[in-house]
């Protein structure tokens, strides 16, 4: 399915199902994309998170039916997925700045949160730098965490200054593997976990041989072909700007390449990540149309 075409079709389904229960992986499955690579192009593409937007989508629908007094308080926060009208009142407070009892009462304004409609313009892949390389399968060791898609832009780079700082936590035989395959030379995403609301994240090297210390995991990527995608300039912008053109530019309407797998890597130069001539890259695996 075309790219563009696929998040029309998740604000649809998201419309359709606005007072149920919405399951990521259950929208990721009617639209044909691993949740990790439909969360991660939505927010590209559309500037919000889904839980995001179905959160503001459903708070703006809730403020309209106590604007025309339909609903009791405790039936609209069931209705619209919350647990307690505690908080729904709190979420509600947060997005339009009253709660519902001062709306009801005809105080204060409510914020207007209204179906994306997709525009996207489309540039054309050719004026992306990229290569197509068939690689053999390899694998990568390094240590993992779980990361909600939600939380992970401000998370991960937590988890970077955490493993790498120079009081980083490790044993030293994961020092010796870290050493050994130049760990932090990738970051692999890895969607796999059931749900479609976490993925994994292993600050990596490529695994070569030996021992794999207690707290440390490897995973192997099949032979096939990656897009590379150069970036050139300071961490993390650099990365962040190439990372939202594939989205926006590179894989709406691109004919002849699809995402192959739930998983990328951020390849990592090493030395000054914020010199002007600093260099990554963006590898997605990919398969022919």
Request: proline share 6%.
């Amino acid at each position: 399915m075309e790219w563009t075409e696929s998040i029309r079709r998740v604000i649809d389904y998201t419309e359709e199902h606005l007072t149920e229960e919405i399951n990521i992986a259950d929208i990721a499955r009617d639209v044909s994309i691993s949740p990790f690579y439909l969360q991660k192009g939505f927010k590209l593409m559309t500037g919000y998170s889904l839980g995001e937007y179905i959160r503001n989508r459903r708070l703006y629908q809730a403020a309209l039916e106590i604007i025309a007094g339909k609903e009791k308080m405790i039936d609209l926060a069931l209705k619209y997925g919350y647990d307690t009208p505690e908080s729904f009142t709190k979420a509600f407070a947060r997005f339009h700045g009253v709660s519902p009892s001062q709306l009801k009462k005809g105080s204060g304004k409510i914020q207007v949160f209204l179906p994306l409609k997709i525009h996207i313009e489309i540039r054309g892949g050719n004026e992306m730098e990229y290569t197509i390389e068939k690689m053999a399968s390899f694998r990568v060791i390094g240590f993992e965490r779980r990361f909600n898609n939600d939380s992970s832009y401000l998370e991960i780079p937590k988890f970077w200054s955490e493993m790498m700082g120079k009081s980083a936590p490790i044993t030293e035989k994961q020092g010796n593997i870290a050493w050994q395959c130049k760990i932090g030379e990738y970051g692999v995403c890895i969607d796999d976990i059931p749900g479609g609301t976490e993925f994994r994240y292993l600050i990596a090297g490529e695994y070569r041989d030996g021992e794999i210390p207690e707290g440390m995991v490897t995973y192997e990527f099949p032979e096939m072909e990656w897009a590379k995608f150069p970036c050139r300039g300071p961490m993390p912008g650099a990365l962040q700007s190439v990372n939202t053109r594939i989205f926006k530019e590179w894989l709406p309407g691109n004919p002849d390449w699809e995402i192959a797998m739930p998983a990328n890597i951020e390849w990592y130069a090493g030395g000054d990540t914020s010199a002007a001539d600093y260099q990554s890259a963006i590898w997605i695996p990919v398969k022919k149309k």
